[in-house]
């Protein structure tokens, strides 16, 4: 069974960075297309960025320009590098394996002054 591990999270001003990563579990790290996804309490939760196996990338509109999405099968680890973060960009940032039901337990981002 894959379990995913997101960390990375906290607590940062506007227009500062963070980098979240997401640890996978399991041999097969390489065969999965994964995304970020974000979710806030009175939201759905919503795609953030994809990245194929061949390291093809896709974004949110609202992240365009501004978050890299990035993948090291070697440690088997998708990386969301968030940078010029603003107050809307606050949520539950959680990884997935894509078309699974494949979560991580989610990292917290919050931008605020």
């Known amino acids: 069974q894959v379990r995913l591990v997101e960390s990375g999270g906290g607590l940062v001003q506007p227009g500062g960075s963070l980098r979240l990563s997401c640890s996978a579990s399991?041999?097969?790290?390489?065969?999965?297309?994964m995304g970020w996804y974000r979710q806030t309490p009175g939201k759905q939760r919503e795609m953030v960025a994809t990245?194929?196996?061949?390291?093809?990338?896709n974004y949110a509109d609202s992240v365009k320009g501004r978050f890299i999405i990035s993948r090291d099968n070697g440690k088997r680890t998708v990386y969301l590098q968030m940078n010029n973060l603003k107050p809307e960009d606050t949520a539950t940032y959680y990884c997935n394996i894509r078309s699974t039901a494949t979560w991580g337990q989610g990292t917290q981002v919050t931008v605020s002054s």
């Open positions: 990245i194929t196996t061949t390291s093809i990338t």
């Open positions: 399991g041999s097969r790290f390489s065969s999965y297309n």
